[in-house]
């Protein structure tokens, strides 16, 4: 399995971005994806995820309102649509996967591939 994340960079504060997380050897729409992102000097932090076949979706608190996670099955891509973007947001953001939903999604440590992040910086 691999999860390539990209679409991250340098933005304003109040803008958007769009992240993008390509995967190979898996099937997104029968499977658990989710968001993460690490902070310099921070731990791993849970920003959304998305459960396979219903497609149920949760977001973190910072999240709620402003990012959207979804996921094109043709394209086997997930995305992460982030808007009103502030400097607290500067992060690397990865993309995970596992084979199928845990109620502790948020927990970084239950999520089996990891993509190797892409940088998002909010400049004041």
């Known amino acids: 399995v691999q999860l390539q994340a990209s679409g991250g960079g340098l933005v304003q504060a109040g803008g958007s971005l769009r992240l993008s997380c390509a995967a190979s050897?898996?099937?997104?729409?029968?499977?658990?994806e989710a968001w993460f992102r690490q902070a310099p000097g921070k731990e791993r932090e849970f920003v959304a995820a998305?459960?396979?076949?219903?497609?149920?979706?949760r977001y973190s608190d910072s999240a709620k309102g402003r990012f959207t996670i979804s996921r094109d099955d043709a394209k086997n891509t997930l995305y992460l649509q982030m808007n009103s973007l502030n400097p607290e947001d500067t992060a690397v953001y990865y993309c995970a996967a596992r084979n199928y939903w845990s109620v502790r999604y948020s927990d970084a440590e239950v999520w089996n591939y990891w993509g190797k992040g892409t940088q998002v910086t909010v400049s004041s």
């Open positions: 998305i459960r396979e076949g219903n497609s149920a979706v």
């Open positions: 050897g898996l099937t997104i729409r029968s499977s658990a």
